[in-house]
Protein backbone atom coordinates (compact mmCIF):
# COMPACT_ATOMS: atom_id res chain seq x y z
CA UNK A 1 0.00 0.00 0.00
CA UNK A 2 1.78 3.39 -0.92
CA UNK A 3 0.71 7.16 0.86
CA UNK A 4 1.17 10.09 0.45
CA UNK A 5 1.82 12.48 3.60
CA UNK A 6 2.41 15.84 2.62
CA UNK A 7 5.73 16.00 0.51
CA UNK A 8 6.61 12.33 1.78
CA UNK A 9 5.55 9.07 -0.19
CA UNK A 10 5.74 5.74 1.87
CA UNK A 11 4.94 2.09 1.31
CA UNK A 12 3.98 -0.30 3.52
CA UNK A 13 4.21 -4.18 2.88
CA UNK A 14 1.63 -6.64 3.18
CA UNK A 15 4.59 -8.98 3.72
CA UNK A 16 6.37 -7.59 5.95
CA UNK A 17 4.64 -5.46 7.44
CA UNK A 18 7.73 -3.02 7.24
CA UNK A 19 7.29 0.39 6.36
CA UNK A 20 9.42 2.70 4.22
CA UNK A 21 9.69 6.32 3.00
CA UNK A 22 10.41 6.29 -0.35
CA UNK A 23 10.55 9.69 -0.87
CA UNK A 24 10.67 13.01 0.38
CA UNK A 25 10.49 16.43 -1.84
CA UNK A 26 12.81 19.43 -0.39
CA UNK A 27 9.60 21.99 -0.96
CA UNK A 28 7.85 21.30 2.20
CA UNK A 29 4.87 23.43 -0.18
CA UNK A 30 4.49 20.54 -3.18
CA UNK A 31 2.63 17.89 -1.53
CA UNK A 32 1.90 14.91 -3.51
CA UNK A 33 -1.65 14.46 -4.34
CA UNK A 34 -1.93 11.23 -6.32
CA UNK A 35 -0.59 8.03 -6.09
CA UNK A 36 -1.10 4.95 -8.62
CA UNK A 37 0.65 1.39 -8.80
CA UNK A 38 1.60 0.20 -12.38
CA UNK A 39 -0.17 -2.64 -13.67
CA UNK A 40 1.77 -6.21 -14.33
CA UNK A 41 5.42 -4.09 -13.79
CA UNK A 42 7.28 -2.75 -10.49
CA UNK A 43 6.44 0.81 -10.57
CA UNK A 44 4.81 3.37 -8.40
CA UNK A 45 3.37 6.56 -10.04
CA UNK A 46 2.61 9.78 -8.16
CA UNK A 47 1.32 13.82 -8.81
CA UNK A 48 2.40 16.55 -7.26
CA UNK A 49 0.70 19.95 -6.63
CA UNK A 50 3.46 21.28 -9.36
CA UNK A 51 2.17 19.40 -11.89
CA UNK A 52 5.07 16.83 -11.96
CA UNK A 53 4.58 12.87 -12.28
CA UNK A 54 7.79 10.69 -11.38
CA UNK A 55 7.78 7.39 -11.26
CA UNK A 56 9.51 4.83 -9.04
CA UNK A 57 10.97 1.41 -9.28
CA UNK A 58 9.87 -0.24 -6.16
CA UNK A 59 12.81 -3.18 -6.91
CA UNK A 60 15.78 -1.25 -7.57
CA UNK A 61 13.98 1.27 -4.82
CA UNK A 62 14.96 4.57 -7.02
CA UNK A 63 13.39 6.97 -9.25
CA UNK A 64 12.71 5.77 -13.13
CA UNK A 65 11.26 8.62 -14.93
CA UNK A 66 9.84 12.18 -14.42
CA UNK A 67 7.47 14.15 -16.44
CA UNK A 68 7.55 17.82 -15.32
CA UNK A 69 5.01 20.66 -16.45
CA UNK A 70 2.50 17.65 -17.07
CA UNK A 71 -0.13 20.26 -15.98
CA UNK A 72 -0.83 23.66 -14.97
CA UNK A 73 -1.58 23.03 -11.15
CA UNK A 74 -2.01 19.82 -9.22
CA UNK A 75 -2.30 16.40 -10.66
CA UNK A 76 -5.55 14.61 -7.63
CA UNK A 77 -5.71 11.61 -10.15
CA UNK A 78 -3.84 8.86 -11.63
CA UNK A 79 -4.32 5.99 -13.72
CA UNK A 80 -1.81 3.24 -14.94
CA UNK A 81 -1.23 0.68 -17.61
CA UNK A 82 1.23 -2.06 -18.21
CA UNK A 83 3.06 1.12 -20.35
CA UNK A 84 0.90 4.29 -19.88
CA UNK A 85 0.39 6.72 -17.41
CA UNK A 86 -2.49 8.48 -17.20
CA UNK A 87 -2.88 11.61 -15.45
CA UNK A 88 -6.43 14.60 -14.03
CA UNK A 89 -5.65 17.82 -13.23
CA UNK A 90 -6.91 20.79 -11.95
CA UNK A 91 -7.21 22.13 -15.09
CA UNK A 92 -9.35 19.40 -16.25
CA UNK A 93 -7.37 18.26 -18.69
CA UNK A 94 -6.03 14.60 -19.10
CA UNK A 95 -2.60 13.27 -20.21
CA UNK A 96 -1.40 9.89 -21.20
CA UNK A 97 2.05 9.34 -20.97
CA UNK A 98 4.13 6.54 -22.31
CA UNK A 99 6.91 5.86 -19.55
CA UNK A 100 8.90 3.43 -22.32
CA UNK A 101 9.56 6.43 -24.72
CA UNK A 102 9.35 9.25 -21.69
CA UNK A 103 6.95 10.80 -24.79
CA UNK A 104 3.36 12.19 -24.23
CA UNK A 105 0.91 9.52 -25.96
CA UNK A 106 -2.34 12.30 -26.41
CA UNK A 107 -4.35 14.93 -23.92
CA UNK A 108 -7.43 16.52 -24.24
CA UNK A 109 -9.39 18.90 -22.19
CA UNK A 110 -12.09 16.56 -19.88
CA UNK A 111 -13.88 18.56 -17.52
CA UNK A 112 -14.54 22.15 -17.03
CA UNK A 113 -12.91 22.08 -13.24
CA UNK A 114 -10.59 19.69 -11.48
CA UNK A 115 -10.57 16.00 -12.40
CA UNK A 116 -11.38 13.97 -9.16
CA UNK A 117 -11.53 10.70 -10.49
CA UNK A 118 -9.94 8.47 -13.07
CA UNK A 119 -10.02 4.77 -14.16
CA UNK A 120 -8.98 2.54 -17.13
CA UNK A 121 -11.53 -0.37 -18.38
CA UNK A 122 -10.11 -3.41 -18.03
CA UNK A 123 -8.58 -4.43 -22.17
CA UNK A 124 -7.04 -0.87 -21.20
CA UNK A 125 -9.09 1.25 -24.03
CA UNK A 126 -11.19 3.29 -22.43
CA UNK A 127 -10.73 6.23 -19.61
CA UNK A 128 -13.26 6.98 -17.82
CA UNK A 129 -13.12 10.53 -15.41
CA UNK A 130 -14.87 12.32 -13.16
CA UNK A 131 -14.80 15.90 -12.61
CA UNK A 132 -15.84 18.74 -9.73
CA UNK A 133 -18.05 19.95 -13.05
CA UNK A 134 -20.66 16.91 -12.11
CA UNK A 135 -19.48 15.05 -15.67
CA UNK A 136 -18.55 11.60 -16.11
CA UNK A 137 -16.56 11.47 -19.40
CA UNK A 138 -15.91 8.22 -21.43
CA UNK A 139 -12.66 8.23 -23.85
CA UNK A 140 -11.23 5.80 -26.28
CA UNK A 141 -7.73 4.95 -26.72
CA UNK A 142 -8.64 3.44 -30.00
CA UNK A 143 -10.15 6.41 -31.53
CA UNK A 144 -8.66 9.30 -29.61
CA UNK A 145 -11.79 11.17 -29.07
CA UNK A 146 -14.33 11.22 -26.60
CA UNK A 147 -17.19 8.78 -26.54
CA UNK A 148 -19.56 10.49 -24.27
CA UNK A 149 -20.31 13.09 -21.54
CA UNK A 150 -22.90 11.94 -19.30
CA UNK A 151 -24.24 14.53 -17.12
CA UNK A 152 -26.45 12.81 -14.81
CA UNK A 153 -25.10 13.35 -11.85
CA UNK A 154 -25.99 16.47 -9.46
CA UNK A 155 -22.78 16.43 -7.36
CA UNK A 156 -18.46 15.82 -8.07
CA UNK A 157 -17.77 12.36 -9.43
CA UNK A 158 -15.00 10.54 -7.28
CA UNK A 159 -15.37 7.13 -7.24
CA UNK A 160 -15.31 5.11 -10.68
CA UNK A 161 -15.35 1.02 -11.91
CA UNK A 162 -15.55 -0.53 -15.06
CA UNK A 163 -17.39 -3.98 -14.34
CA UNK A 164 -15.16 -6.36 -15.58
CA UNK A 165 -18.02 -8.96 -16.27
CA UNK A 166 -20.34 -6.99 -18.42
CA UNK A 167 -19.97 -3.48 -20.58
CA UNK A 168 -20.70 -1.36 -17.61
CA UNK A 169 -19.23 1.54 -16.07
CA UNK A 170 -20.52 2.73 -12.60
CA UNK A 171 -19.93 6.03 -11.08
CA UNK A 172 -20.82 7.34 -7.81
CA UNK A 173 -21.69 11.12 -6.87
CA UNK A 174 -21.06 13.82 -3.79
CA UNK A 175 -23.09 14.62 -1.16
CA UNK A 176 -25.76 16.45 -3.46
CA UNK A 177 -25.88 13.64 -5.26
CA UNK A 178 -25.81 10.88 -3.48
CA UNK A 179 -26.18 8.33 -6.66
CA UNK A 180 -24.51 5.40 -8.04
CA UNK A 181 -24.73 5.55 -11.38
CA UNK A 182 -24.48 2.69 -14.32
CA UNK A 183 -24.30 3.35 -17.80
CA UNK A 184 -23.56 1.01 -20.77
CA UNK A 185 -19.87 2.00 -22.48
CA UNK A 186 -21.77 0.23 -25.62
CA UNK A 187 -25.75 1.96 -26.08
CA UNK A 188 -23.28 4.62 -23.93
CA UNK A 189 -26.86 5.24 -21.82
CA UNK A 190 -27.41 5.58 -18.26
CA UNK A 191 -29.17 1.98 -17.45
CA UNK A 192 -29.90 1.65 -13.78
CA UNK A 193 -29.45 3.99 -10.19
CA UNK A 194 -29.81 3.88 -7.13
CA UNK A 195 -29.51 6.31 -4.24
CA UNK A 196 -27.77 5.26 -1.52
CA UNK A 197 -28.53 8.22 1.01
CA UNK A 198 -24.79 9.20 1.34
CA UNK A 199 -21.79 10.46 -0.18
CA UNK A 200 -20.27 7.94 -2.68
CA UNK A 201 -16.44 8.04 -2.27
CA UNK A 202 -14.94 5.10 -3.90
CA UNK A 203 -16.72 1.89 -5.93
CA UNK A 204 -14.99 -1.87 -6.68
CA UNK A 205 -16.28 -4.57 -8.72
CA UNK A 206 -15.56 -7.97 -7.68
CA UNK A 207 -13.02 -9.63 -10.89
CA UNK A 208 -15.08 -13.07 -9.87
CA UNK A 209 -18.98 -12.22 -9.26
CA UNK A 210 -21.39 -9.53 -10.12
CA UNK A 211 -20.64 -7.69 -6.60
CA UNK A 212 -19.66 -3.88 -6.33
CA UNK A 213 -18.23 -2.81 -3.13
CA UNK A 214 -18.68 0.94 -2.26
CA UNK A 215 -17.30 3.34 0.55
CA UNK A 216 -19.30 6.40 1.73
CA UNK A 217 -18.29 9.21 3.35
CA UNK A 218 -21.07 12.14 4.81
CA UNK A 219 -23.84 11.03 6.09
CA UNK A 220 -23.74 7.60 6.93
CA UNK A 221 -20.07 6.94 6.18
CA UNK A 222 -20.74 3.38 5.29
CA UNK A 223 -19.10 0.12 3.55
CA UNK A 224 -22.02 -1.18 1.30
CA UNK A 225 -21.79 -4.51 -0.90
CA UNK A 226 -24.09 -4.59 -3.51
CA UNK A 227 -25.20 -7.58 -5.67
CA UNK A 228 -25.16 -6.49 -9.33
CA UNK A 229 -28.09 -7.53 -11.92
CA UNK A 230 -28.53 -7.14 -15.62
CA UNK A 231 -30.85 -4.01 -14.82
CA UNK A 232 -30.98 -3.70 -11.17
CA UNK A 233 -28.73 -3.42 -7.97
CA UNK A 234 -29.55 -4.79 -4.60
CA UNK A 235 -27.73 -4.14 -1.16
CA UNK A 236 -26.47 -7.04 0.47
Same mark, same amino acid.
Given at each position: ??????????????????????????????????????????????????????????????????????????????????????? *??? #??? @????????? =? &? !?? +??????????????????????????????????????????????????????????????????? *??? #??? @????????? =? &? !?? +????????????????????????????????????????????
Amino acid at each position: MAVGLQSSLYVWSGCSSRVQKIYSSEDYSDYICSVAFGKNNPYLAFGNTSGEVQLFDLNKNKQHTMFSNVHAGRIGSLGCTPNLIST *GGR #DGI @ITIQDYRTR =T &E !VT +SYKAHQQEICGLKWSPDFQMIASGGNDNKLVLYSLRMMNKMATFSEHKAAVKALSFDPNAPIIASGG *GTA #DRH @IRFFSTQSL =T &E !VY +SIDTGSQVCNLMFSPISRELVTTHGYSLNQINLWKVGDNCVEKL
